[in-house]
């Protein structure tokens, strides 16, 4: 995949799962939101390392608040915690 939609543990070698494409789809809210694609700019090994490490593209202000939460929950460092998908649509 893209390396800015691949989620924090496939980079690392983890199994990619269903919460893999779920932390895609949250980058793909925030770049929908933005108009930006994520992590322009930056560097792809310090990207890979931030985001290994936590690191999420800056939320907007004027973005509502239930599309950020949603958001979040997609892209949380844990699979476990992201949302599964019928409770996204």
């Known amino acids: 995949g893209n ?3 691949v989620a924090p543990e496939v980079i690392i070698g983890k199994e990619y799962t269903f919460a893999s494409d ?3 789809f949250g ?3 925030w770049e929908i939101s933005s108009g930006q694609t994520p992590f322009n700019n930056y560097e792809h090994d310090y990207d890979l390392a931030m985001k290994v490490n936590g690191m999420r593209p800056k939320i907007r ?3 509502p608040p239930g599309y950020n939460q949603l958001m979040k929950q997609c ?7 992201r949302p599964k998908m019928i409770i996204i649509f």
């Open 3 to 5: 390396l800015p939609y």
């Open 22 to 24: 779920i932390y895609s």
């Open 27 to 29: 980058i793909l809210m």
């Open 61 to 63: 202000s004027e973005i």
């Open 75 to 81: 892209w949380d460092a844990d699979p476990l915690k």
